[in-house]
């Protein structure tokens, strides 16, 4: 894709004046870089951004951008996510304040659906699968091998909204995983699949704790999504290992910190092996012999799922892009079309797309 990046300090107005005529330049127009008045849309793709457990703050930034669009006649849309809850006052407040300046709210799950329509118009709301289901790795995957990937995500201790037992027990219990899988005969492969210190740390700590175990480390995401794709089974936290792994027909075991893994879960009809807290801790292993038991069936099932939510995904794909067209159809040069795009990796920053052909991925780390 010919996505491009360019963030303006959102917190240092006197830097983001001197910044803007960067993007003016020829060499910036080169690169597709613009600046928020130049571009036709603004697109949020955020995993989880929005809810009691998420800053304030970027919902009322996202607000205001939105606003901002919404002023100049120019679309607004979040692509699927996870929303809520909203409990609290203030974030039910500002969300609703959100949804009522952009076109389209997409979510990923019906519990998010559930939410978001207690604080905003259900006109436009609605639901779709990842998009990063139908994305394809660098590489075809090569017949199954003959190891697990285990993938830690530091949210399960720090982020939790579902409960706080994981705090004594996910470490011990992805040891006692990897050992369990090692008397399986199987290889492991520890995936650290966001660069962030947090699960940087949990890598490398499961790196200590667990006996010949192997690390992968890899800054493409599609790269990350052909090692998993190649497993013969995943356990995994993050919930874009389990789209990848799921995606690529691998069966899989999810252990989450909120009820988006539900969901992929039962989307996937891989419910019955989500692994809580509360769960005895011979449980998860009780779900690594079912895998492996029932691993043809499952594939079988996985390939069927996935072709029906890829379809589902290209569906939305194409509401996004007539809205878009529409939207951005006074723009004066219809041969390049121009978005802005908030990436949930940095908190208010602005992105700019100087495209309107659109990745169907720009965050698989979450």
């Keep these: 894709s010919n996505i491009k990046h360019f963030r303006l300090p959102p917190r240092f107005p006197k830097t983001r004046k001197l910044l803007y005529p960067v993007a003016e330049t020829q060499f910036a127009k ?34 205001k951008k939105a606003a901002r669009y919404k002023r ?38 019906r519990t998010s659906y559930a939410h978001a329509q207690l604080v905003m118009d259900r006109q436009k709301l609605k639901l779709a699968p990842d998009v990063t289901i139908p994305m394809l790795p660098t590489e075809a995957p090569r017949a199954c091998h003959a190891y697990v990937c285990i993938v830690p995500n530091s949210n399960v201790l720090q982020r939790n ?3 706080h037992h994981w705090r004594g027990r996910y470490i011990s219990r992805l040891v006692k995983a990897c050992s369990y899988v090692r008397s399986k005969g199987l290889e492991i492969k520890i995936v650290q699949h966001e660069y962030g210190r947090g699960d940087r740390h949990l890598v490398d700590l499961l790196e200590k704790r667990c006996d010949n175990c192997g690390v992968v480390r890899h800054p493409d995401p599609l790269a990350l999504k052909r090692v998993l794709g190649n497993a013969r089974l995943v356990i995994g936290s993050r919930f874009h290992s389990l789209v990848s792994a799921l995606s690529m027909r691998v069966p899989s075991i999810a252990l989450g910190w909120a009820h988006k893994y539900d969901a992929l879960m039962d989307d996937f009809g891989m419910s019955t092996f989500m692994h809580q807290a509360t769960d005895p801790e011979n449980h998860l292993m009780e779900l690594i012999d079912g895998v492996l038991q029932e691993h043809c069936r499952l594939v079988v099932m996985l390939a069927r799922r996935r072709d029906n939510l890829a379809a589902n995904v290209e569906s939305m794909w194409q509401t996004v892009l007539c809205l878009l067209a529409k939207g951005c159809r006074s723009s004066s040069d219809s041969d390049s079309l121009s978005c802005a795009t908030r990436d949930k990796k940095v908190p208010a920053d602005e992105l700019r797309v100087k495209s309107f052909q659109f990745t169907k991925c720009d965050e698989m780390h979450t």
């Design 30 to 63: 080169s690169l597709g870089l613009t600046t928020e008045e130049k571009a036709d849309a603004l697109i949020d793709i955020s995993g989880y951004a929005f809810g009691d457990a998420c800053p304030l703050d970027t919902t009322l930034r996202v607000a």
């Design 72 to 109: 100049r006649g120019r679309p607004a849309l979040l692509l699927p996510q996870m929303l809520g809850p909203f409990n609290e006052e203030g974030h039910a407040r500002a969300f609703s304040e959100l949804a009522a300046c952009v076109d389209l709210v997409y979510v990923r799950d």
């Design 161 to 163: 909204l579902q409960d």
